[in-house]
């Protein structure tokens, strides 16, 4: 069976009044390249020698002249979302307000490209440059919370086929929206209620031993409800609202829990399959949410896909895992090498 789309279309917004959500319709992401089916490695647009299949970058490291790269940014040739046309403006704070049944689907989709070579993991980065990547996120996100058009920015990864990859080249990718997701207004309003949250998980955390490894500047920890066995989250220790405003000092600590992560889920279940997710506050909060800033803590969430998602999480909004959260906290301390690099 066969389907015809117009791939000419621009990604819109679907309003739907039952449920109270959005979805994104994206038609032109059914063109995208899957070498996850055995496409040749000649022809993978992550490479370097193939970079003229891909846009210009719109941010490289080490330079941006330089064709010696390491790792580059990238936009996405099969967005979720793009920016209004030239006159189609729409103010941010606004946007996160539903009850329309078709809008544009306004902001700035882009690649992560984190390394020239052909390579699936990221434990075959070098750390150093796996560290640049996260620095090279940093200069973007930067540039992107001075864009009034945006109100809020993701970076999130897709390993493997099971999280969501179509490319086995090792990358990642950037999504910057000009509404807050419902996910981060929930937050935002746990933290307005409740405005030592943060810090009160990580007791929690620490009390219940779900802690996994303390840093310099984070604590990585396995939440008290996880959504799937060996789900972690490393979040700031400090009160912090934005990514892209840290030293660039702490990318080290991101970098090596973001490897040794995916090395202990290997140990621990070989192949594994995996999305993470960054949870900042908004750039342009709307007035509601304001008083979480003061107390937000900036945050990774990773989540193995190991257990499928099937009908009871889909007809109910519930998770099921099977592992208690302290006994997958242990494993995962076992099986890592959690000593910070020298």
Known sequence: MSFSFDQSREPTIHYDPLANRDIFLAPRRADRPNDLLNRPQEDCPFCRENAGLTPDPVQQWPAADSLDWKSRIIPNAYPVVEMKPSGHTRDAADSSVPHQKIVHASGVHE???????????????????????????????????????????????????????????????????????????????????????FENILSEAKSENRIVHTYKSFVAIVPSAPRQPFEVWLIRNEPSCFFHTEPHSQMEEVAHFTQQFVASLNKLIPSASYNWWLHQFPFVPSPSLNKAAAHWHWHLEVLPRIAPIAGFELGTGYHISTIPPDTTAGLLRETGSWKEPQ
């Open 111 to 197: 690649v992560v490209i984190e390394s020239p070579l052909h390579i699936e993991s990221v434990l075959e980065v070098p750390f150093n440059d796996w560290v640049g990547v996260w620095k090279l996120c940093q200069y973007r996100m930067e540039q992107l919370s001075t864009n009034p058009e945006i109100a809020w920015a993701m970076i999130f990864k897709n390993g493997g086929i099971q999280a969501g990859a179509s490319l086995a080249h090792v990358h990642s990718q950037l999504i910057a929206i000009d509404r807050i997701p419902p996910t981060i207004s929930t937050k935002c309003q746990q933290v307005i209620r409740q405005p030592n949250l």
